[in-house]
């Protein structure tokens, strides 16, 4: 009996130190200030803030109280500043933390956004990074054919109609349409891509099929272990609606991946109808023929996966990741134009100054000519629609929340603190990297002037701060397509017409990893220019 009493009594002492006085006391991260009372010895306190999606907020809070880093757990930080900040984090080495595993895995393998080691991110990402790059898209023929035909053949004409009969249309859902078709013709060319905007029943079972995933990632990314053992034993936290929804979304890739991989063995042509242009499966072939070629070096490539089923990963998630931050980008931009026709006019004066002007319905005699569209280099030249992107994107970044990362072997200092051991949780988020008041007066206003009133040196300061793609080796590999995308778009709609709101309810932004307004809907009116 005595000995069970002190083994009992050593046992507690351990946990108390262990779990209690260590990280209380102790442990370098104890003199870093806390998130709430509780951050240094329980993690209760992030965890609820992020099961309420409140989490972005909170953190963000806690930084206007206590500085540049903030505690949220026992091992876990995140930062607000650059210099000993993302600069050191994200530029040095750090590896992606587990969070990202599992829940962004496609058919069990994961993609290159969820490789949590930098070795094999570099090599997949030297294997795509060239057709994603500015000067890539910028003088892509692939990427004009499939501009000019999305543009003129699918969108436009639905925007057209709208005003002609003066009705009011979504234009969340027609954004995610809009950036879905042009991603996906971009992976696997305009034959096999998808039709959204073309195909209302697709569209409505697509965008469903992503929104009933959104909210029902946080307990296998912050749980994992505690929503594996409640799976065995026949309970879910998770819906099983979730679990279908995925197998969807991966059949319909896959669906894409083998009419792609089709018409690369056969050279079968892109459409029967000459009328309708085409183009090649420019980033699936790219990828395939990249990871075919390291197969045949390597007897045990991509981690043991076939070439095939690693290209196919990747495919969903360029596809979710394209479609979804592109969408929610676009549709703020329309919103917070809507609520200045002054400004409207400014940038429709700036987009007719182009040659040749995307004008819809387009002239005649320009029909069967070429360029359709002014170039991607003169677009990106604007400095108003520049300017309208780059704030949109600063106060509705579409990835607002944090982005974990893991301390490094050797003992690192951030925000001045220290000896941070191994091991350690720790991110930033562009929710409050962007609204640093000393860096964007007025964070909470839209005011794209401040990007074309401010001088170099305040320009500069503002992109040091600007984290809408993140930063360093993993920064989104997609944010030059984006970019070029979007600039279209915007152009394409404000050469033609004017914007005004019918019903935004709900348009406040999701507090989580990924934003987009509440409700998923806005409801504008369109009117001929």
């Known amino acids: 009996m005595a000995l069970l009493i002190i083994a009992v009594s050593v046992g507690a002492t351990i946990f108390i130190y262990q779990y209690f006085v260590y990280p209380v006391f102790l442990s370098p991260l104890s003199k870093i200030p806390n998130a709430h009372s509780t951050c240094s010895f329980s993690s209760t306190w992030i965890l609820w803030k992020r099961y309420r999606a409140n989490e972005n907020k909170a953190i963000h809070l806690a930084h206007q109280r206590y500085g540049d880093i903030v505690r949220l757990g026992p091992r876990e930080l995140s930062i607000n500043c650059v210099e000993g900040g ?20 496609n058919y069990g393998i994961p993609p290159m956004f969820a490789t949590t080691a930098s070795k094999p991110h570099s090599v997949r990402k030297r294997m795509v990074s060239n057709v994603y790059s500015k000067t890539y898209l910028q003088s892509s023929p692939e990427m004009r054919t499939i501009s000019e035909t999305i543009l003129f053949d699918r969108f436009l004409p639905i925007f057209e109609a709208a005003a002609q009969e003066r009705t009011a249309i979504d234009v969340y859902s027609l954004n995610f349409a809009a ?12 034959a096999d891509g998808t039709k959204l905007l073309q195909d209302d029943e ?39 609606e979730v679990d279908a929804a995925t197998e969807k979304l991966e059949a319909w890739c896959l669906k894409m991946c083998e009419g792609a991989s089709k018409r690369q063995d056969t050279s079968i042509p892109e459409e029967t109808d000459s009328n309708v242009r085409s ?42 990741a394209g479609q979804e931050t592109g969408s929610i980008a676009l549709t703020y931009i ?15 004066d700036e987009l007719l100054a182009l040659e040749p002007p995307t004008v819809y319905p387009r002239p005649q005699q320009r029909i069967h000519d070429s360029p359709q ?28 929340g944090p982005q974990p990362r893991v301390t490094p072997i050797q003992p690192t200092t951030l925000a001045g603190y220290a ?14 990297l962007h609204r640093n008041a000393k860096v964007f007066p007025e964070p909470e206003a839209w005011k794209p002037e401040r990007w074309l009133d401010a001088c170099r040196e305040e320009k500069e300061e503002m ?41 935004d309810s709900g348009i406040e932004d999701i507090d989580g990893y990924i934003g987009g307004p509440k409700a998923e809907r806005l409801l504008l009116r369109f009117e001929r220019a």
């Open 86 to 105: 993302i600069k050191t984090v994200y530029s040095g080495g750090f590896e992606k933390h587990d969070w990202y595993s599992d829940v962004f895995d």
């Open 179 to 190: 950036a879905a078709d042009f991603i996906s013709a971009y992976l696997f060319g305009l």
């Open 202 to 240: 697709a569209r409505r079972s697509w965008l469903a099929l992503y929104q009933s995933k959104k909210s029902h990632g946080m307990w296998d990314q912050e749980l994992p272990g505690i929503s594996s053992i409640v799976r065995k034993i026949g309970f879910r936290l998770v819906p099983r």
């Open 279 to 320: 183009s090649k499966a420019l980033v699936f072939n790219h990828l395939s023929h990249r990871l075919t070629a390291s197969a045949a070096k390597d007897s045990t490539p991509a981690l043991g996966h076939s070439p095939a089923h690693v290209v196919a990963s990747e495919m969903v998630d360029e596809l979710g």
């Open 334 to 348: 329309y919103h917070e134009l809507s609520q200045s026709p002054s400004l409207q006019k400014k940038l429709r």
């Open 373 to 400: 569209l002014p170039s991607p280099r003169s677009l990106d030249g604007l400095p108003i629609l520049h300017a309208i992107v780059l704030e949109t994107l600063r106060l509705h970044p579409p990835a607002p």
């Open 419 to 432: 000896n941070i051991p191994a091991g350690i949780r720790v991110s930033a988020q562009a929710y409050s």
């Open 463 to 503: 992109m040091r701060w600007f984290w809408a793609f993140s930063s360093g080796s993993r920064m989104c590999i997609g944010s030059h397509f984006a970019m070029q995308e979007m600039k279209l778009l915007v152009a394409a709609i404000y050469t033609n017409y004017t914007t005004s709101i019918v019903d």
